[in-house]
């Protein structure tokens, strides 16, 4: 930042007569960052809270030369972009926290080889797992890959960010990570953007090197673990040319020196507002506000350290910064102390915000931790009050007929939904997991549930075994697992929940997506045709708004010996209602519903909801799919017209 | 500490429920402040895509860098448009600041079935007052039809908001009426009547 506060984006890059300002979200401005820094190919995975990035480059007219598109996991995107790479030109890669430890097999081997032309790695994490998942902090990717790292304060840096990558990238030969968070990728500020810069026309590089390009034999492979390490040092030497790292030193020396890194840095002058009014003498400390968290920014650290008496670290989830602040000091000789997580101030779990940035410094200067007012008792109180609101699929969901099927199939086999394990897997079929289906019993990665259903079919239970998955996560992860458990001829039912799109994530094309949906010129691929070539030999496909077939089907399944497959069809209700569809129309008929409530009670469906005496429907939001006219005992809900789907 | 607004700044938190136009709103006040020259940053967080969770929106206004997060007890004004989510405002609210509460009524599941407890108004109410905010009630039986349809209640509750509190005084309400009216186009004289029916609501005093 500039003494006025305003970001010192401009000063590094110089903006063109048609840059103009815009309200857009830190993922909008990675993805025009990229456009600026002339792009060629983007590719992706879905995944909160990166998805907007590549999200916003498909829905914009791109030059005939880029190419941008979802791939079917993280590690086939990469590896594209890594050789789109290696040809020479630009390209950037998309992923969520959880998507890098998918492509790492193919990073870590990239960055021992080194690129030829730019290449980006952006990875949004999500501190305070907003979107759940495990909430883990990817800058221990980049020092374990030895990867330069970025990562913006602010959504204006971002776009700054993603083209200072760029650069840097193809000045040291290799690929270079723009980390954010939650709170930029998807938050939305003022943004100056200049006008996207075509992809340079660069001859394609067609180099024969097996010292670079493979990592076949020790010498190969040392002399590339040489080369990641010279590299990192040339980038942090860059870094620091380039003054990505801001350090201000105050005017005497002694007191608090700090440490943030990314975005925590934005909230440190709203901090010190605070404390100046709370603190008697209150002196405003020097900062060192870290946008490349790797390499460590050393050089600066040691000139932090030789102006202050006490160090406060400021970074969300692992102490990174903090560690590599220890073996700087104990280098320079600072006897003061270091305030952070290891000395058991913050904890390594959540989100940072301003309140972090007082106690940090209260505890430096060792102060009580000024509080605002003693209100903890009205917050714990409204706290308690508040009505939980579990989340459960969309009106109209199909997911909601498999769930019920499920359930059903297993009282007519009369077996107890607590003996029989059924595993789940990531996205909008996870919400089986809730009530009232309460069928899904857990989530662990994408494509999991197939290898942790044959795990427990090992595990000695008597009971049927099952594993659900839907069809973005069974293209991402789950082929192998299916594979695997019909080579071994594993006694198992996998149900796939096949909504034609990568839906949890805000509605992705998938290979198995319809085909007029399809980005111009691909195949879709049916996994109607898939499942029965991969050796399956028992496959069916169920209706999920037909509960009583998809139930009777699912019981039978469970029946048969070996791999069953059964997959599930009918479209998303959001997407399809996008388009104007409705699978029909339903309606209570008062004279008969008894207001038993069961329809509530089963399907959980929010379209339903009990007036006075009967079962009322919001017609605005009810998708016609029937399933509470297919449970009501009473024949209370007409199905007044079969739709569409 | 002192309580203070900095003048210059404002903060506003919005929650309520996925799909009552939370996010729509938050970011008309984020055009709105941005057209005025004035730094924004307009952060939205929900749950997962589903419709029925929670969602709680910040926008920031008048700083040049800044967090995105509104530090607990200290936003200038909370906005909330459904009575239990208003509940998650409490602790967002700085004393003095306002509280613009939506008496809407949207019980989760478990509640209609009688098996989850829902909070009452006046517990709400109280426990807006004792974390020291000025209560602006709007009454959701204001909203009414316009040549026979339904005034949309985000626009009403946006109306309500930069008519009725200090937010007025940010965000000029004429200029935000316009960005609402261009918006839409085809349903600008339903969302006119909407956004009056809000300040009209609000000039009755709280
Ligand atoms: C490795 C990894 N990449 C991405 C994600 C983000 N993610 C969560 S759910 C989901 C999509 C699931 O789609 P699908 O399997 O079709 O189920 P649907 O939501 O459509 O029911 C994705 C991509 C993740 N959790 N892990
Ligand atoms: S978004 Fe689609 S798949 Fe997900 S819960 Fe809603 S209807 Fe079901
Ligand atoms: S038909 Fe019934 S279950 Fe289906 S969306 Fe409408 S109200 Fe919900």
């Not at chain 2, 700044?9 to 996010?23: A, F, H, K, P």
């Not at chain 2, 709105?32 to 206004?61: C, E, H, S, W």
Request: overall charge negative.
């Amino acid at each position: 930042m500039d003494r006025n506060g305003k970001p010192d984006a401009h000063k590094r890059a110089k903006l063109s007569e048609g840059a103009k300002n815009q309200l857009i979200t830190g993922n909008e401005a990675v993805a025009l960052g990229a456009l600026r820094a002339g792009v060629r190919v983007v590719t992706g995975y879905p995944g909160t809270p990166s998805s907007g990035a590549l999200g916003s480059l498909l829905q914009m007219d791109a030059e005939e030369s880029r190419h941008f598109e979802w791939s079917t996991n993280e590690k086939i995107a990469f590896d594209i972009a890594a050789g789109t790479a290696w040809a020479g030109q630009r390209a950037m890669c998309t992923m969520k926290m959880s998507g890098l430890n998918v492509a790492s097999d193919s990073v870590f081997s990239i960055a021992h080889s080194g690129v030829n032309g730019g290449l980006v790695i952006y990875v949004a994490d999500d501190p305070g797992a907003h979107a759940g998942m495990v909430e883990q902090d990817s800058r221990g990717y980049a020092r374990m890959m030895d990867l330069p790292m970025v990562e913006p304060m602010t959504v204006a840096e971002a776009y700054e960010m993603v083209i200072l990558a760029f650069e840097l990238s193809e000045r040291i030969g290799s690929p270079v990570f723009v980390r954010s968070v939650t709170s930029i990728a998807n938050s939305h500020a003022a943004v100056m953007v200049d006008e996207p810069v075509a992809p340079e026309d660069r001859e394609p590089i067609l180099e024969r090197d097996i010292a670079k390009y493979t990592k076949a034999g020790s010498a190969i492979a040392q002399a590339q673990h040489h080369d990641v390490i010279r590299r990192l040092r040339q980038a942090g030497e860059a870094m620091r040319e380039m003054g990505l790292n801001d350090l201000r030193l105050a005017h005497e020396p002694g007191g608090v020196g700090i440490i943030s890194a990314g975005v925590v840095g934005a909230y440190l002058d709203e901090a010190f507002a605070l404390l100046e009014d709370a603190v008697p003498q209150w002196r405003q400390p020097s900062v060192l506000r870290v946008r490349g968290t790797n390499p460590f920014p050393a050089e600066e650290a040691r000139r932090l350290f030789a102006r202050c008496d006490t160090i406060v670290v400021l970074e969300e989830l692992e102490p990174h910064l903090e560690r590599q602040a220890w073996v700087e000091a104990r280098r320079s000789d600072f006897g003061g102390r270091i305030v952070g997580k290891l000395d058991g101030t913050f904890e390594r779990v959540g989100e940072y915000g301003v309140g972090h940035v007082v106690r940090g410094v209260s505890e430096a200067l060792g102060l009580e931790e000024p509080r605002a007012m003693e209100r903890g008792a009205v917050y714990e109180k409204a706290d308690r009050l508040t009505a939980a609101r579990p989340i459960t699929v969309c009106a109209g969901c199909p997911h909601r007929g498999t769930f019920l099927a499920i359930n059903r199939a297993l009282r007519q086999r009369k077996l107890h939904r607590d003996e029989v394990m059924v595993t789940g897997d990531i996205g909008c079929t996870i919400l089986g997991m809730n009530p009232p289906f309460e069928t899904v019993w857990n989530e662990v990665s994408m494509g999991a549930s197939i290898g942790l259903a044959q795990g427990y079919v090992y595990s000695g239970l008597k009971t049927p075994v099952i594993a659900t998955i839907g069809d973005s996560t069974f293209f991402h992860g789950g082929i192998p697992g299916l594979i695997n458990a019909v080579q071994h001829q594993v006694d198992l039912t996998v149900i796939i929940m096949d909504n034609y799109w990568t839906a949890m994530t805000g509605m992705q094309t998938n290979p198995g997506t319809q085909a007029t949906f399809q980005p111009s010129g691909n195949r879709r691929i049916d996994l109607a045709e898939l499942i029965p070539a991969m050796g399956v030999e028992h496959f069916f496909v169920i209706d999920p708004f037909q509960l009583e077939e998809a139930t009777t089907t699912v019981a039978d399944a469970l029946r048969l010996p070996g791999v069953k497959v059964v997959l599930a069809r009918q479209e998303c209700a959001i997407q399809a209602q996008r388009r104007g569809l409705r699978a029909g129309l339903v309606a209570v008929d008062a004279e008969l519903c008894t207001a038993c409530r069961r329809c509530i009670t089963v399907t959980g469906c929010p379209s339903l909801s009990l007036d006075d005496e009967t079962v009322s429907i919001d017609q605005g939001l009810c998708y016609g799919c029937s399933l509470c006219a297919q449970v009501c005992p009473f024949e209370a809900i007409e199905i007044k017209r079969e739709g569409h789907p | 500490m002192t309580e203070r607004s900095t003048g210059s700044t404002y903060d506003v938190v919005l929650v309520g429920v996925g799909g009552q136009g939370v996010l729509t709103i938050g970011r008309l006040m984020a055009e709105a402040a941005l057209d005025a020259d004035l730094g924004v940053n307009f952060y939205p967080t929900k749950g997962m895509a589903q419709r029925g969770g929670g969602v709680k929106v910040q926008v920031r206004i008048g700083r040049g860098i800044v967090g995105p997060q509104i530090p607990e007890g200290r936003a200038d004004l909370v906005v909330a448009m459904e009575r239990s989510e208003a509940l998650k405002g409490v602790t967002c609210v700085r004393p003095g600041g306002e509280f613009l509460l939506y008496g809407h009524v949207w019980e989760p599941t478990q509640v209609m079935l009688g098996k989850a407890d829902y909070p009452a108004e006046e517990q709400v109410r109280e426990l807006i007052l004792a974390a020291g905010a000025r209560l602006r009630y709007l009454d959701p039986d204001g909203l009414h039809s316009c040549d026979g349809a339904r005034m949309p209640a985000n626009i009403y509750v946006l109306g309500a908001a930069v008519g009725g509190t200090d937010l007025g005084r940010v965000l000029d309400p004429e200029a935000v009426l316009d960005l609402v009216r261009r918006r839409w186009e085809r349903h600008a004289a339903l969302n006119e009547a909407a956004f009056g029916a809000g300040l009209e609501a609000m000039s009755h005093g709280p």
